[in-house]
């Protein structure tokens, strides 16, 4: 691990994105509230939150960070499903690994609940989008 214990505690947020392609039929059980597992909105968004806590068990070499706030939101579009997270701290490093880990696991959980429905889904573009505080300031695409 990299040592940050030199490094000052900073007010940090980042945010990642990704989307979920699937058929239409998917998306219009979706939209119904006909997945056969139930509300898979629901349970894709807890899962991408209770995975922000256990990123450093997941991703090797990542530091354990106290998380203040985060922010999961899926949106059914003609496509499939459009993920966000935004992860929020005032720790010594910065926070995008967290909200990766919600964006990919959100999108594992939705792929998951709708399987039955459509065994074809795919998870693309998984991304940070933003991120401010820390030393190297804030960023955005």
Known sequence: MVDVSA????????SAAGQVLLHAEAVAALRGGNVPKGDALGVAR?????AVK?????IPLA???AVHAVEVDLEVVDTG??????VRTADRTG?????LTAVSVAALALVDMVKAVDKH????D???TAKSGGRSGDWHE
């Open 121 to 124: 889904a795919r998870i693309t």
């Open 63 to 65: 530091h354990p960070i």
């Open 54 to 58: 256990r990123t450093p068990e997941l």
């Open 81 to 86: 499903v459009r993920i966000t997270a935004t």
């Open 95 to 99: 926070i995008e690994m967290e909200a």
């Open 7 to 14: 490094k000052a505690v900073t007010a940090r947020e980042a």
């Open 46 to 50: 807890l899962a991408g939150i209770q």
């Open 126 to 128: 998984v991304r940070v």
